[in-house]
């Protein structure tokens, strides 16, 4: 009899492929929207002048003393420069949620939603825009939740909160605002100590 030997069988080694997270890309209205940063615009604003957004359509991005963002509590009648100022009845969404609908309401002397209106918010990473149209109705505004200094801007103060590199003559260039002129973020900064008014060198 002739023996007969088996193969052992083959063994095909199996491996997968890593899932590939596409990279996330903003939308348009990340690149194109208007800016809404008038200082009246606060919820902490009252004034005597009573705007009203009845101009208002496209997508628009909340800066300056105007605040960040829309705020998300109840503002009191007569705020915002309006006498009904408008506040986001909801929360701001993520990156990943995309552009969702959110309520606006219009706050009375009675009532933190005398009046509404349905807006769509965007997450753009760094800040939100929001989908505005004219409101429903004079006089109502859009609020930002922005706290607009009462007093001025202290020059040298600011100077000196800025952290100096431990470089000599390092060169600074932190954000740029709507508000910057190039000087404002273009400079060269002095930290070297042997500046100092009391500096006494050993090398004379």
Request: glycine content about 6%; overall charge positive; proline content about 8%.
């Amino acid at each position: 009899t002739r023996a007969t030997t088996s193969r052992p069988a083959s063994t095909r080694r199996l491996t997968r492929t890593p899932k590939l997270t596409p990279t996330p890309t903003l939308s348009s209205e990340c690149y194109n929207y208007e800016v809404l940063n008038e200082s009246s615009r606060a919820t902490t604003y009252q004034g005597f002048t009573f705007l009203c957004d009845f101009r208002l359509s496209g997508w628009y991005r909340f800066h300056g003393e105007a605040g960040s963002r829309m705020p998300q509590s109840c503002v009191p009648s007569r705020r915002c420069g309006t006498t009904e100022p408008g506040w986001l009845n909801g929360s701001h969404p993520s990156v990943a949620e995309g552009a969702v609908r959110r309520q606006v309401c219009f706050s009375g002397s009675f009532s933190c939603c005398r009046r509404s209106t349905f807006i769509y918010v965007r997450n753009c990473g760094a800040f939100f825009v929001y989908r505005l149209d004219r409101t429903p109705g004079c006089f109502l505004r859009y609020c930002g939740n922005g706290i607009p200094p009462t007093t001025p801007v202290n020059v040298s103060n600011a100077s000196l909160a800025a952290t100096p590199s431990s470089s000599p003559a390092s060169r600074h260039t932190p954000i740029p605002t709507l508000f910057s002129t190039f000087e404002c973020y273009n400079y060269t900064i002095l930290n070297e100590s042997d500046r100092a008014q009391g500096y006494q060198s050993s090398n004379v």
